[in-house]
């Protein structure tokens, strides 16, 4: 089945999206690392991705859905699997008193901007974490302040059947860094139940954490956030930092000097390089610690990165 008779049968179900064909990941990517993805979908609505996901059920293609690339990290050799991103036909943002609800593939940072000018409070320790609603949901984003769980009345997803579910917060398991939902379901929206307060003082308290984020985070260089989990207890930059590989380099990637669970792209790096360093780390720890560190960045493509 070659990609291009995919694309084909995509247009002839009556699919009204984007399509985008070997499309370099290291431009879609906050890494800036990746090999050529087959192609990216971006439906325009609801009945756009329903049509992919009856016509992937029936063929027994494997998707991934996409965000906006902030935490992953793209093999060498890129991705053969269709990527789904939201970022086209999934960015309304919406309120009702005070409950904001927002599209999947609505950025973060756009989100905060909607609650600041609406005077909504409550989303402001989530200033400068990158990503979409989706990505951040199903990643349960968040800092020490606070995480999506704690902010989250309810969620729409469409399963790999293309079934729409409306999940409210009772009905969801939140865990550290993550939702107890399936990988192929993907989240279509997010509702935010906030709090009213006064606009100047809500933009103000944003800047004020993305100030303190900028201090102790290496964002001027391309990278994919945190690495690896906190375990229980500690935090996995002082783990790094313990064992000394604090500014350890393979080729082009490096570990922050700024911040020891931050891997960086100092211009050049490859994919391959980042798993020697994760590999190491991992290594490194589990030896001088006994901890094994869990990664959070999700890793996608074909094996053999380094290739």
């Known amino acids: 089945m070659t990609n291009g008779s995919l694309e084909e049968r995509i247009r002839k179900e009556g699919f009204r999206g984007d399509i985008r064909r070997q499309v370099p990941m290291q431009d879609f990517t906050s890494f800036r690392i990746g090999g050529p993805a087959d192609l990216i979908l971006f439906p325009w609505d609801l009945e756009d991705l329903q049509l992919l996901m009856h016509l992937f059920r029936r063929e027994g293609v494997r998707y991934l859905p996409f965000g ?4 992953i990290l793209v093999s060498d050799r890129g991705v053969r699997e269709p990527l789904i991103g939201l970022s086209q036909g999934f960015g309304e943002i919406k309120k009702e008193e005070i409950k904001v609800t927002a599209g999947g593939g609505v950025g973060l940072s756009q989100l905060l901007r909607f609650c600041a000018d609406n005077a909504l409070r409550g989303l402001e320790p989530l ?3 990158p990503g979409t609603v989706g990505g951040g949901i199903r990643m349960n984003a968040g800092s020490q302040d606070i995480e999506m769980e704690n902010l989250i009345s309810s969620i729409m997803t469409m399963d790999h059947q293309g079934q729409i579910r409306r999940l409210k917060r009772e009905g969801l398991i939140f865990e550290y860094r993550g939702i107890h939902l399936p990988a192929e379901e993907i989240i279509l929206q997010g509702e935010f139940s906030l709090q009213e307060g006064n606009g100047k003082e809500i933009k103000e308290r944003m800047e004020d954490f993305l100030r303190r984020r900028k201090e102790i ?3 001027s260089l391309p990278s994919a956030g945190s690495i690896f989990k906190n375990p229980q207890g500690i935090s996995a ?3 790094i930092e313990g064992v000394g590989l604090k500014g350890f380099r393979m080729g082009d990637a490096m570990v922050s000097p700024l911040h020891a669970n931050f891997i960086v792209n ?6 391959g390089d980042v798993l020697g ?6 290594e490194q720890v589990y030896q001088k610690r006994g901890i094994r560190l ?5 890793i996608i493509g074909e094996p053999g990165a380094a290739g």
């Not at 906006?68 to 935490?71: D, L």
């Not at 360093?277 to 991992?282: A, G, H, R, Y």
């Open 237 to 239: 930059g002082e783990l």
């Open 266 to 271: 100092l211009g050049a790096a490859r994919s």
């Open 68 to 71: 906006n690339g902030t935490n």
């Open 217 to 219: 985070q290496p964002l």
């Open 294 to 298: 869990e990664l959070e960045v999700v």
């Open 277 to 282: 360093l994760i590999e190491l780390i991992k």
């Open 127 to 129: 200033a400068g974490i």
